[in-house]
């Protein structure tokens, strides 16, 4: 009985396979043909990404032998090819598409944040009729959807928050910023700590040197502040607000002195030198383009190099915050490409300037005169 059942079923797997091999047969047979209806008209297999997906999952599965044998619309090479590649994309951050109407909401939705947070008085109708002069037309409800998804609260509850960054962009022309910076000079004595205080005006970054020497203390810091807003020629003229660290430096004469003459002292928290960056950033230029680079023999190097840096800071330095412009430019300029290029050094080339020399032949209305400081 065993044996019999054992011959049936192995005919019937001869004969199923047999079946199959005649589908198989066909199949390629079809494919064939269609493969020289395409090569006969010149046209080339058109394939979507889902269906070259699907061949290169079946392929995959196959040896290569067996790829060489029945592969007809592709070669193996393909296949394996675009089973790479949607490996690779699996593991890869895929970029969708925008269609036109999802491009205008990004923008109307990045408009509605740009008009919000630069303006905390304007609520949803005001930020509709902003859009609308730009032509974009929405409703007051998309308005508000798109603020509280982004967790913007609505006017009258934003209004009553500021950040420091805003309160530094709106009163720019009246903020005065100071730091301390502290550079080692060789002395008869040895090694002795110099220390520098500056005051910049920030509307017009514009930088002041208080004071250069190696005994700092309330006495002196009381003389530098009458000296900063004396009422002819103080640097803090017309300045009404100072802000500084929590350096022991800055005594309570220190700020009474200011205070006295309108200018308000604001320290920033302690932990947080960023709410002091442009002062920050100006210690982080000096050292690094010049006092990092010298070494000093008595106060007098030091304060010339202070003093070179400054100037090139002021009149050949071009400055990032004041969209790459210089703050106040001493060289003539020129229009165009025309002219003698000639480098202005100082420090001995530390500190370089570039800039052309008008040709004497040229016309006078050719020539770009040097703006005034604002």
């Known amino acids: 009985m065993n044996r019999q059942l054992t011959t049936f079923l192995g005919f019937m797997a001869g004969w199923i396979g047999r079946r199959q091999q005649l589908v198989i047969d066909y199949l390629l047979e079809e494919n064939r043909v269609l493969k020289e209806q395409f090569d ?23 040896r290569w032998t067996q790829l060489m044998q029945y592969a007809n619309l592709v070669k193996p090479e393909t296949l394996y090819a675009w089973h790479r590649r949607f490996v690779q994309l699996k593991y890869t951050a895929k970029t969708k598409v925008k269609t036109a109407g999802q491009s205008r909401m990004a923008a109307i939705r990045e408009l509605c944040l740009k008009f919000a947070v630069e303006n905390t008085g304007w609520g949803y109708g005001r930020i509709q009729g902003a859009l609308s002069n730009i032509g974009y037309t929405i409703s007051r409800t998309t308005v508000g959807n798109i603020l509280r998804a982004a967790g913007i609260e609505p006017s009258p509850d934003r209004g009553k928050e500021s950040n420091w960054k805003r309160f530094i962009r709106t009163h720019l022309s009246v903020i005065s910023v100071a730091d301390f910076l502290t550079t080692e000079v060789w002395t008869l004595r040895g ?3 110099y220390h520098t205080f500056f005051v910049m005006n920030l509307a017009r970054r514009e930088v002041h040197i208080a004071h250069i020497d190696c005994q700092v203390n309330g ?28 350096d022991a430096l800055y005594t309570h004469q220190f700020r009474n002195t200011l205070k006295s003459a309108g200018v308000d002292v604001i320290q920033t928290s302690v932990g947080y030198p960023e709410q002091n960056g442009y002062a920050e950033s100006f210690v982080s230029s000096i050292k690094r383009e010049c006092l ?8 007098k190097s030091l304060r010339k190099a202070v003093s070179e840096f400054v100037k090139h800071y ?20 020129t229009k165009g490409c025309d002219g003698l290029i000639v ?24 020539r770009e005169e040097v703006p005034e400081a604002a």
């Open 292 to 299: 990092d680079r010298l070494i000093f023999f008595g106060e």
């Open 40 to 62: 006969a008209t010149g046209k080339k297999l058109r394939l979507t990404n889902a269906q070259r997906r699907n061949l290169a999952i079946k392929g995959r599965k196959l």
């Open 191 to 193: 090694l002795v700590r």
């Open 219 to 246: 006495q002196v810091m009381a003389q530098v502040a009458r000296n900063l807003t004396d009422a002819e020629d103080g640097f803090l003229k017309g300045m009404e607000y100072f802000i500084c660290d929590h």
């Open 343 to 366: 480098k202005s050094e100082r420090l001995g080339g530390l500190l370089n300037y570039y800039h052309r020399v008008p040709d004497p032949d040229e016309p006078p209305e050719n």
């Open 314 to 333: 002021h009149g050949e330095r071009n400055h990032q915050g004041l969209n790459n412009q210089i703050p106040f430019p001493q060289a003539p300029r």
